[in-house]
């Protein structure tokens, strides 16, 4: 016999059932934002009405990349989100990133530059404190490893040049491509950043190892180093 509190909502049951057909036959096209984290919360909680809680996370976070990415204790500050629902949720955060990192290992990155930059923004860009990633090529430009050499506070992280050419020396990369983010959501190098890309290409160009570029994360955009003639 079913407890009373652990009752079946048969209302629910036909959503879920429908909201579950549209997405097998039309996939991710034919369902918003709510009901794609809606079809994630069913998994986490099975027997009741998942919308409102869906669309308060959302409200929330303001959008359903950003709920993914959050932080389970920010997660958890919402009412009806468990440790478990947060954990539900963050796996499909680590699948996502792992899914646009497997479009970029072991291939050029030139010619795969907007996977790479989908990559940098899925892993990056919703952090709450900054974090320096390094990106390590071989002589013909493939990806051969992918690091965080550092994390930090919410506007800074140390950054050492030696410690990044020795690193490099040690994967045997030819090149690398430098990769931080502002959690301010602004993707403008400050002074600082600019100093210390130009205190690791000094190191680097010493060993020849070439830096190809420096991308700043921000939440809805990126500027390269690159791109704006500082590289």
Known sequence: MTPKGDAP?????????????RFRRAGVEAVQDYELLELILFRAIPRKDVKPLAKE???VFGGLPQALAAPVERLTEITGVSGNVALELKIVHAASIKLTQARVLDR???SSWNDLLSYCRAAMADEKTEMFRILFLDKKNILIADEIQQKGTVDHTPVYPREVVKRAL?????AIILVHNHPSGDPTPSRADIEMTNQIQKAASALNIRIHDHLVIGHKSEVSFKGLGLL
């Open 9 to 21: 909502d048969h209302h629910a049951a036909g959503h879920r059932d429908r909201l579950r057909d």
């Open 57 to 59: 996370i959302i409200r």
């Open 108 to 110: 050029p990155i030139i």
């Open 170 to 174: 040690e994967v045997g990369a030819s």
